[in-house]
Nanobody, 119 residues
């Protein structure tokens, strides 16, 4: 069973920075995608960023240029968030999506970490 644990959330003032981490355990897969999503109070969950084991990353327009997804080690992934805005306040989730047969497309989610941006 693949397990994901997010960490690094917290409270920060507008303009500040946070680094979220997502640790993946329970898999030996070398080919997968890590998705970052967020859900603000009263809003639907939305895509934030994605990065694959091949290194290709994509970002939502709302965070492009401010957030950077990266790989710290084989199963540890980071989301560096700079110039945070109040509208970035949300619970942030990471998702593991397999890109290896026979589990291709199967996904697992973490429980999320809260990010609050306020003065």
């Amino acid at each position: 069973q693949v397990t994901l644990v997010e960490s690094g959330g917290g409270s920060v003032e507008p303009g500040g920075s946070l680094r979220l981490s997502c640790e993946v355990t329970g898999t030996t897969s070398r080919v997968y995608v890590i998705w970052w999503h967020r859900q603000a109070p009263g809003k639907e969950r939305e895509f934030v960023a994605s990065i694959g084991t091949g290194g290709t990353s994509n970002y939502a327009d709302a965070v492009k240029g401010r957030f950077t997804a990266s790989r710290a080690s084989a199963f540890l992934w980071n989301l560096e968030m700079n110039d945070l805005k109040r509208e970035d306040t949300a619970v942030y989730y990471c998702e593991f999506e397999s890109r290896t047969v026979p589990t291709y497309g199967k996904s697992f989610w973490g429980l999320g970490t809260q990010v609050t941006v306020s003065s």
